[in-house]
């Protein structure tokens, strides 16, 4: 297990001028209760959605196991009418199937053209438009995607962080969703965006011994319930039952500072981006000098990086 488990703070009736002002210079996870979200919490059912959204092709992950694994690739992309993925989704056992009759599915809608394209569900899903109501906690001009997202009974995703805010709506079903603290990065075994620790109940400390020592934040979406994820808050989700949800992602710092080619909101800011490879070039010249000396210059520079870029200022 883990360390010292947190609970989200539960808010109910929050204003957009009390998130902002109040709330959201806090800088971290809030659920928040009893916003006006419009009739899809109620509308969106399985035999609504296979109608509205109709036959639409859609990509998808599919895996025969629960726990999905972005760097392993423990999953497949192929591609279902839209109505068919909501049909199978809402499932347990399949009569048709890609891999197994218990293969689970995720759906994370994408852009028209995904490499040009940011994902707005007002645009690949128009019919769906009226149902739903965006909570109008930010300025229009910063609005970056809306990202659909269906699931499977039992399906996990792999914790990761994403550089933008979000909110992540929970129209249907219900979500666990677990969350570490930027600050606790060095203790989840990144590989690039994503962790290492894929089974975070039950985590192996033999391989991942420092993996004890993050701080779970924990809470459990239900329908109407709408969590808000700070930039670069590693989070892990569990769908407790199938479940339907929308994440809304908005720019937090301005938009020059982010990458122009960049249509999933995931890329790191640029100029973090310049700082990875002009590090990754000190490197290979240390790696020039014997080893003792190496040692000695990589534990001052480390010293440096922390004396003039970490932070004093949270947690």
């Excluded at 297990?1 to 959201?24: C, D, K, T, W």
């Excluded at 301005?254 to 122009?260: A, G, M, R």
């Excluded at 040692?295 to 440096?304: E, T």
Aim: net charge neutral.
């Amino acid at each position: 297990m883990a360390g010292e488990n947190v609970p989200v703070p539960r808010l109910q009736g929050v204003s957009a001028e009390g998130f902002r002002q109040h709330l959201y210079p806090q800088r971290k996870p809030l659920v928040l209760k009893g916003l006006d979200l419009g009739p899809c919490t109620s509308k969106w059912t399985v035999n609504y959605l296979s109608h509205i959204g109709g036959t639409r092709e859609v990509k998808i992950h599919v895996a025969r196991v629960a726990q999905m694994d972005f760097i392993s690739k423990n999953f497949v992309y192929r591609t279902l009418p839209f109505n068919k993925l909501v049909q199978r989704a809402a499932e347990e056992k399949h009569e048709e199937f890609f891999l197994s009759e218990d293969e689970k599915y995720y759906l994370r809608s994408l852009g028209e053209d995904p490499r040009k394209d940011v994902a707005d569900i007002r645009k690949q899903f128009p019919l769906l438009e009226g149902d739903i109501k965006f909570p109008k906690f930010f300025e229009e001009e910063q609005f970056f995607s809306s990202v659909f997202r269906i699931s499977s009974p039992g399906l996990q995703l792999w914790t990761h962080y994403d550089v933008m805010d979000n909110f992540l709506i929970q129209v249907t079903g219900t979500k666990r969703v677990t969350l570490f603290s930027p600050r606790d990065a060095q203790y989840l075994y990144l590989s690039g965006s994503k962790s290492e620790v894929l089974n975070i109940d039950s985590p192996d400390l033999t391989k991942y011994p420092l993996f004890s020592k993050a701080r779970r934040h924990e809470c459990s979406l239900e329908a109407g319930d709408v969590l808000f994820i700070p930039a670069l808050w590693f989070h892990n989700v569990i769908s407790e039952e199938f479940g339907v949800g929308v994440n809304i992602f908005w720019k937090h710092l301005p938009s020059e500072c982010y990458d122009k080619t960049d249509t999933y909101g995931n890329k790191d800011p640029t100029a973090a981006s310049r700082a990875a490879q002009i590090l990754n070039r000190a490197l290979k010249t240390l790696a020039e000098l014997p080893e003792e000396y190496r040692d000695f210059y990589a534990r001052r520079m480390v010293l440096h990086i922390q004396d003039k870029a970490y932070s004093k200022n949270f947690e």
